[in-house]
């Protein structure tokens, strides 16, 4: 299920992110264009053992080059028993970005956290105003 989640800081930093899935339907190519050979290679053999075993989904994650909160593609795959995340680049400046949580469960993580900004604790809330399909 996709949703949005918004942090509304004090200090005037606000921004709505989409979380979570949406893009069941994601095709191979896709995936094969978005990332590099060598960050593929674990999805790779993953695949060739059981190739409807992934999904891509958006998480929340932290762009140290932007500092700033952004919403992160996550290629999610098992092999041999564990589950293995790759994060698409920061879309804004193309760099690797950093996971705020790489818990399994894609709902789960944590509520509260450092706003880009001011770098004070902001809870995320969920914005129903966003309908992501
Ligand atoms: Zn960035
Ligand atoms: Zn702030």
Redesign the pocket.
């Known amino acids: 299920m996709a949703r949005a989640l918004k942090i509304n800081?004090?200090?005037?930093?606000q921004k709505s992110l989409a979380v979570g899935g949406g893009r069941a339907s994601i095709s191979l190519n896709y995936i094969r264009h978005s990332f590099s050979p060598e960050e593929l290679s674990g999805f790779e053999r993953a695949i060739a053992k059981n190739e409807h075993d992934y999904s891509f989904h958006s998480r929340i994650a932290h762009c140290e080059h932007c500092k700033d909160i952004i919403s992160a593609g996550v290629l999610r795959y098992s092999l041999d028993g564990k589950t293995e995340f790759i994060y698409k680049p920061c879309t804004i400046c193309g760099k690797t970005v950093i996971p705020f949580n790489d818990s399994k469960d894609d709902n789960k993580f944590d509520k509260v956290i450092q706003?880009p900004?001011?770098?004070?604790s902001?809870q995320l809330e969920d914005d129903s105003s966003v309908m992501w399909d």
Do not use: L
Request: aromatic letters at 10%.
């Open positions: 800081c004090g200090c005037g930093y706003c900004k001011c770098a004070k902001v």
